[in-house]
């Protein structure tokens, strides 16, 4: 799948500082608030048995500022040769305030390639029962703090990209160039750890944590990506998964190949709801009275910079930058009403400069440290078609029912036909036991679609699923639905989840979270001239953490 180039949008939304109805957000220089809540049962407590993590405070002061600790855990490049070259996995805490102690939670923000380090920061204040965990980030293999760093090429993701489409050989021969470039770069400045970024491997290095805490058990919160690290986690070592959290579930049929073509009907489906949403708040975007007019607009525009290309002083925009830009809408309602603003502004305005800020900023220009790992992992993790006959057949045919998000998604996927590197076969996703498994959902998820929460849960007996029926948002929790934290607090808590329900399905629902009003917003800022918002390093703290979790 294509993960996230956008930067989130999220924190323009925020007002008063708070980043949810459920906490606060941390203001830099201050550790998280880890709350008390109801005790666990006594005979839930666990004790740890000898740690061999030598943990100290973080060298990075963002991290440093939030009270976290941090360490590093050597790990076997290769676990077939346990013995041979290790490598460093760099991880972090928050340490627990309860009195029940329950263990361990390790935190995957997705990606893959998504930095995790930050992650205890994001929990520490959602819910009381999190004063009952240790709060632990890592950077998987590969990624931020952890040693060897995977990166090709950090300018590749620049402006002046080719028509995504392939209608002539022109295009085709401009793409196949770019992308030959990158795996020939990634193959000549990374030596063997690209034959072992596999989710079987980062699932391991999940465990060599797990020991070196002295914890016979841990706990686990996964989102997106996050979500499929945690079932080949739960296929592998059944027995040493305690509690898990999944947030927007991956179909482990369709990894990887076969998830792409998914997430791109998906995509579409939710771009058309947000331009149906403009169309409803015309008086405020002006962009048409209809979800056609809308869409309509959107892609002329589109089809504009095709043929005309505008120069800035950042950067060349054209038509792939166009679409780029706006793909947050299709993760994210938080995100609408910022890029309702920039679509009115270059609709109405020629605002160029703001669009291509909004690019850069989306783009990842001058860091590809997560696009690497993302094709480190999906690439090696299971067979990919190697003709591109194959590829380009189902990239026109599903393009002719979701041009939004497909051709886009092929081209950053396409590298997988030629990484340098081996396909592995992926783990069977199978129950052996699992304790326990909270699952939650939107049902119009587009970046992992709701059938892969079906079928995890169909898949361990011990699932419970809690859906968000119309909801189109991914991987949001915790802190935008009261339901849905009830839900994972009280399964934090005590273990308690719903009753599983005999058809293939929910085993709750909460209402989803309401669409933005654009309205309400202007009626809110005209009653405060300059609303207090969340410090910069918070709100640099959940731009990180979404832009982490987007692409699956």
Same mark, same amino acid.
């Given at each position: 799948?294509?993960?996230?180039?956008?930067?989130?949008?999220?924190?323009?939304?925020?007002?008063?500082?708070?980043? $949810?109805?459920?906490?606060?957000?941390?203001?830099?220089?201050?550790?998280?608030?880890?709350?008390?809540?109801?005790?666990?049962?006594?005979?839930?407590?666990?004790?740890?048995?000898?740690?061999?993590?030598?943990?100290?405070?973080?060298?990075?002061?963002?991290?440093?500022?939030?009270g976290l600790q941090c360490a590093t855990i050597k790990v076997p490049l290769d676990y077939a040769k346990p013995s041979g070259t290790k490598i460093s996995v760099a991880v972090s805490r928050l340490r627990h305030t309860s009195a029940h102690y329950q263990g361990p939670m390790l935190i995957n923000t997705g990606g893959p390639g998504g930095s995790g380090l930050l992650g205890p920061v994001y929990l520490a204040g959602s819910m009381n029962a999190m004063a009952d965990y240790d709060l632990i980030g890592f950077d998987p293999r590969g990624v931020g703090a952890s040693r060897p760093l995977v990166s090709c090429d950090p300018k590749y993701a620049?402006?002046?990209?080719?028509?995504?489409?392939?209608?002539?050989?022109?295009?085709?021969?401009?793409?196949?160039?770019?992308?030959?470039?990158?795996?020939?770069?990634?193959?000549?400045?990374?030596?063997?750890?690209?034959?072992?970024?596999?989710?079987?491997?980062?699932?391991?290095?999940?465990?060599?944590?797990?020991?070196?805490?002295?914890?016979?058990?841990?706990?686990?919160?996964?989102?997106?990506?996050?979500?499929?690290?945690?079932?080949?986690?739960?296929?592998?070592?059944?027995?040493?998964?305690?509690?898990?959290?999944?947030?927007?579930?991956?179909?482990?049929?369709?990894?990887?190949?076969?998830?792409?073509?998914?997430?791109?009907?998906?995509?579409?489906?939710?771009?058309?709801?947000?331009?149906?949403?403009?169309?409803?708040?015309?008086?405020?975007?002006?962009?048409?009275? $209809?979800?056609?007019?809308?869409?309509?607009?959107?892609?002329?525009?589109?089809?504009?910079?095709?043929?005309?290309?505008?120069?800035?002083?950042?950067?060349?925009?054209?038509?792939?930058?166009?679409?780029? $830009?706006?793909?947050?809408?299709?993760?994210?309602?938080?995100?609408?009403?910022?890029?309702?603003?920039?679509?009115?502004?270059?609709?109405?305005?020629?605002?160029?400069?703001?669009?291509?800020?909004?690019?850069?900023?989306?783009?990842?220009?001058?860091?590809?440290?997560?696009?690497?790992?993302?094709?480190?992992?999906?690439?090696?993790?299971?067979?990919?078609?190697?003709?591109?006959?194959?590829?380009?057949?189902?990239?026109?045919?599903?393009?002719?029912?979701?041009?939004?998000? $497909?051709?886009?998604?092929?081209?950053?996927?396409?590298?997988?036909?030629?990484?340098?590197?081996?396909?592995?076969?992926?783990?069977?996703?199978?129950?052996?036991?699992?304790?326990?498994?909270?699952?939650?959902?939107?049902?119009?998820?587009?970046?992992?679609?709701?059938?892969?929460?079906?079928?995890?849960?169909?898949?361990?007996?011990?699932?419970?699923?809690?859906?968000?029926?119309?909801?189109?948002?991914?991987?949001?929790?915790?802190?935008?639905?009261?339901?849905?934290?009830?839900?994972?607090?009280?399964?934090?808590?005590?273990?308690?989840?719903?009753?599983?329900?005999?058809?293939?399905?929910?085993?709750?629902?909460?209402?989803?979270?309401?669409?933005?009003?654009?309205?309400?917003?202007?009626?809110?800022?005209?009653?405060?001239?300059?609303?207090?918002?969340?410090?910069?390093?918070?709100?640099?703290?959940?731009?990180?953490?979404?832009?982490?979790?987007?692409?699956?």
């Amino acid at each position: 799948m294509r993960r996230r180039l956008l930067r989130s949008l999220l924190a323009l939304t925020l007002v008063a500082g708070t980043l $949810t109805a459920g906490g606060s957000v941390p203001t830099a220089g201050a550790a998280p608030a880890r709350p008390s809540g109801p005790a666990a049962p006594a005979g839930d407590t666990v004790t740890l048995g000898r740690s061999t993590v030598a943990w100290k405070a973080c060298s990075d002061p963002l991290l440093d500022s939030y009270g976290l600790q941090c360490a590093t855990i050597k790990v076997p490049l290769d676990y077939a040769k346990p013995s041979g070259t290790k490598i460093s996995v760099a991880v972090s805490r928050l340490r627990h305030t309860s009195a029940h102690y329950q263990g361990p939670m390790l935190i995957n923000t997705g990606g893959p390639g998504g930095s995790g380090l930050l992650g205890p920061v994001y929990l520490a204040g959602s819910m009381n029962a999190m004063a009952d965990y240790d709060l632990i980030g890592f950077d998987p293999r590969g990624v931020g703090a952890s040693r060897p760093l995977v990166s090709c090429d950090p300018k590749y993701a620049g402006f002046n990209r080719p028509d995504y489409r392939p209608w002539t050989s022109k295009e085709y021969d401009a793409w196949m160039k770019k992308t030959r470039a990158y795996t020939t770069a990634c193959g000549k400045k990374n030596g063997k750890i690209l034959v072992h970024m596999s989710t079987r491997a980062n699932a391991k290095d999940m465990d060599s944590i797990r020991k070196a805490l002295g914890a016979p058990t841990i706990n686990y919160w996964g989102w997106s990506y996050g979500t499929y690290l945690g079932q080949v986690y739960a296929s592998l070592f059944p027995k040493q998964l305690r509690r898990a959290v999944f947030d927007s579930t991956v179909d482990p049929r369709r990894v990887w190949y076969g998830a792409n073509l998914d997430q791109d009907v998906a995509f579409d489906k939710n771009m058309n709801t947000w331009f149906g949403w403009l169309a409803r708040y015309d008086r405020v975007y002006h962009l048409g009275t $209809t979800q056609t007019a809308v869409r309509n607009r959107f892609y002329a525009i589109q089809e504009k910079l095709y043929a005309k290309p505008v120069n800035t002083a950042r950067g060349r925009i054209g038509g792939s930058e166009w679409i780029d $830009t706006f793909l947050d809408a299709g993760y994210y309602q938080s995100s609408w009403t910022s890029l309702g603003t920039l679509f009115n502004a270059y609709a109405k305005h020629n605002a160029a400069a703001k669009l291509a800020a909004a690019y850069q900023d989306a783009s990842g220009y001058g860091d590809d440290n997560g696009y690497a790992v993302y094709l480190g992992v999906q690439c090696t993790d299971t067979s990919w078609p190697t003709s591109w006959s194959r590829w380009s057949k189902d990239s026109w045919n599903t393009w002719a029912k979701a041009p939004f998000e $497909t051709w886009g998604n092929t081209w950053y996927n396409e590298p997988c036909r030629h990484w340098p590197g081996f396909f592995q076969k992926p783990v069977p996703v199978v129950d052996k036991g699992v304790s326990s498994i909270l699952m939650i959902d939107e049902t119009l998820d587009a970046a992992t679609p709701y059938s892969g929460s079906l079928e995890v849960r169909k898949r361990f007996r011990n699932a419970r699923l809690v859906a968000e029926p119309g909801g189109t948002s991914h991987a949001m929790s915790p802190g935008w639905n009261s339901c849905v934290d009830a839900r994972i607090q009280a399964y934090l808590a005590t273990g308690a989840m719903p009753r599983r329900v005999s058809n293939h399905g929910a085993d709750a629902v909460c209402t989803a979270t309401a669409q933005p009003d654009p309205t309400a917003f202007d009626r809110s800022a005209a009653r405060t001239a300059r609303p207090s918002g969340p410090s910069d390093r918070a709100l640099e703290l959940i731009n990180q953490r979404h832009r982490a979790v987007g692409r699956p």
